[in-house]
């Protein structure tokens, strides 16, 4: 593994899994009805990290799974990421994801609530294959985690009195809880003690809380453009996250003032990107992300340190390390 840094090592390791998890999504995405297979391969194809898979297929292995239980699974937990893509792009109302046009923008917004549910019922569908109720159960469970942060996130956006438990509320729901599910589904299909499985499903969370920390503090960062990111989206959208609640907090007034006209009311002027990026580097709340997001990465780290040392072990750390050091 020497030299390979980020998400490589994983993907190395978990090539012909993946692989086999990916021709599962292209089967079970199939439909009858063209406009399914349609607007979910574009997504699909959209690609991403297919980090969330990746940890299903990586901690099955890691706890001695030698079967094939995990592929159907890790497909289950990207479908279920995908349908919410799908929901959250239209609820947001994104026109651009990953630099490409988003379904809802190219086949409307019922299309596209439409195949998320039958991309969920997919999802569904694969756990029941799988036969085991405690897969099941906490793949349900995260599901319905997931819907309810969503459902949060709403009730909060724009809203500037936000505050730090109530954001990391939203992201533990939104975010975190696949990750989370995703790590503890492979330690159930290699059968192993519940100690491990709930260790797993810390890592998870760990992970899934760093890495959407550090995708709130690059929406104001240069290096966002490096990665593939638009700088300002989160901004332009009127999103509260994790800076910017630090710096209205650490704020006087005048600066209360300005979050609530650009995020609040949506009344966005020229330069008012650049000041709010001179008002989070002054309050330091860009650093106090990063430093957020590296406590839960060290909360990761911990819960996965009990495992026996190995390749797959190195590749999950490293996939952690990468989750905070894409902020430098």
Not at 8 to 17: F, G, N, S, V
Not at 20 to 46: E, F, K, W, Y
Not at 65 to 80: M, N, Y
Not at 194 to 208: H, M, V
Request: aromatic share 6%; with cysteine.
């Amino acid at each position: 593994m020497t030299g390979e840094t980020g998400l490589t090592p994983l993907h190395r390791l978990m090539a012909d899994d993946l692989e086999q998890v990916n021709a599962t999504i292209v089967q079970r995405m199939q439909s009858d009805v063209p406009l399914i297979p349609q607007l979910a391969g574009h997504i699909v194809a959209a690609g991403g990290k297919r980090l969330r898979p990746l940890l299903t297929l990586a901690t099955a292995r890691m706890c001695g799974h030698t079967g094939s239980r995990h592929i159907g699974l890790a497909a289950s937990v990207e479908f279920i990421h995908t349908a919410t893509l799908l929901h959250d792009d239209v609820v947001d109302e994104s026109q651009l994801r990953r630099g490409l046009d988003t379904a809802n923008s190219l086949w409307g917004n019922q299309a596209s609530v439409l195949v998320g549910d039958f991309l969920f019922s997919r999802a569904f569908q694969l756990m029941v294959a799988d036969g085991s109720l405690d897969v099941l159960r906490i793949l349900s469970d995260a599901s319905a985690v997931i819907a309810e942060g969503e459902v949060n996130q709403l009730l909060t956006a724009n809203d500037t009195e936000t505050d730090e438990g109530d954001y990391l509320d939203v992201i533990t729901a939104k975010t975190a809880a696949l990750f989370a599910a995703a790590a503890r589904v492979g330690a159930v299909v290699a059968e192993r003690p519940r100690a491990e499985e709930k260790a797993l499903e810390r890592f998870g969370r760990g992970l899934g809380i760093a890495f959407q920390l550090v995708d709130d503090v690059l929406d104001y960062s240069a290096e966002a453009e490096k990665l593939g990111k638009r700088v300002g989206d989160d901004f332009r959208e009127g999103k509260i996250t994790l800076p910017v609640v630090h710096a209205f907090a650490r704020g006087d007034e005048r600066e209360r003032a300005f979050w609530r006209r650009c995020l609040e009311e949506l009344d966005q002027r020229e330069g008012d990107m650049a000041h709010a990026m001179e008002l989070l580097h002054r309050h330091g709340a860009l650093d106090a992300g990063i430093a957020r997001a590296e406590s839960y990465a060290r909360d990761a780290r911990e819960a996965i340190s009990g495992f026996a040392d190995g390749p797959i072990k190195d590749a999950l750390l490293e996939a952690l390390r990468f989750s905070t050091a894409r902020a430098y």
